[in-house]
T-cell receptor, first 116, second 108 residues
Framework: DSGVTQTPKHLITATGQRVTLRCSPRSGDLSVYWYQQSLDQGLQFLIQYYNGEERAKGNILERFSAQQFPDLHSELNLSSLELGDSALYFC???????????????FGPGTRLTVT | TQLLEQSPQFLSIQEGENLTVYCNSSSVFSSLQWYRQEPGEGPVLLVTVVTGGEVKKLKRLTFQFGDARKDSSLHITAAQPGDTGLYLCGGSNYKLTFGKGTLLTVNP
């Protein structure tokens, strides 16, 4: 158990809909990262928040957004869903911002999103 | 764009065999991490290597970071069915970039 929790475990929704994925980091960790994993693309970094502020952006679509709340939990919002958004979405946390590049991330169990 | 290439993509071996998987890049990383992921689960951190030429051992797993900090290898001795999983390497600079992984199956 990494200490990172994600809800829901599974989510099935229709195209055009909007969903929210939730993540609680390990106790004491200030950074939260969101990743998308699909068979063809592998694990793709979407976005990072550190202590409530956006820190780094990866391959995140404009239809997707995230935020980190004062209690450090984070939510990833996916809107106008398309079939191609079906994937595993992982949240990870680390103690620091990662500016020095030497940080270790701890992953949650993921949310499997299926868009029909 | 920093790319990490992992090879082989798939590996199926018998219990007791040795194996090596590779993680290569044209970019220099300040550190490199190896994770193992089982089906339906999140990646689990195995090790972080930081110094060029560094070798770390974790029981039957040996991790090496290349001298130039562009590549890494993972060697497993006497593989067991419990080693089955997707092995991911992640190179770290200002963000963590992952390879697509090596899917290892160890047959009893």
């Amino acid at each position: 158990d990494s200490g990172v929790t994600q809800t829901p475990k599974h989510l099935i929704t229709a195209t055009g809909q909007r969903v929210t994925l939730r993540c609680s980091p390990r106790s004491g960790d200030l950074s939260v990262y969101w990743y998308q994993q699909s068979l063809d693309q592998g694990l793709q970094f979407l976005i990072q928040y550190y202590n409530g502020e956006e820190r780094a952006k990866g391959n995140i679509l404009e239809r997707f957004s995230a935020q980190q709340f004062p209690d450090l939990h984070s939510e990833l919002n996916l809107s106008s869903l398309e079939l191609g958004d079906s994937a595993l979405y992982f949240c990870a946390s680390s103690a620091h911002a990662g500016d020095r590049g030497q940080y270790e991330q701890y992953f949650g169990p993921g949310t499997r999103l299926t868009v029909t | 764009t920093q790319l990490l290439e992992q090879s082989p993509q798939f590996l199926s071996i018998q219990e007791g065999e040795n194996l090596t998987v590779y993680c290569n890049s044209s970019s220099v990383f300040s550190s490199l991490q190896w994770y193992r992921q089982e089906p339906g689960e999140g990646p689990v951190l195995l090790v972080t290597v930081v110094t060029g030429g560094e070798v770390k051992k974790l029981k039957r797993l040996t991790f090496q970071f290349g001298d130039a900090r562009k590549d890494s290898s993972l060697h497993i001795t006497a593989a067991q069915p419990g080693d089955t999983g997707l092995y991911l390497c992640g190179g770290s600079n200002y963000k963590l970039t992952f390879g697509k992984g090596t899917l290892l199956t160890v047959n009893p």
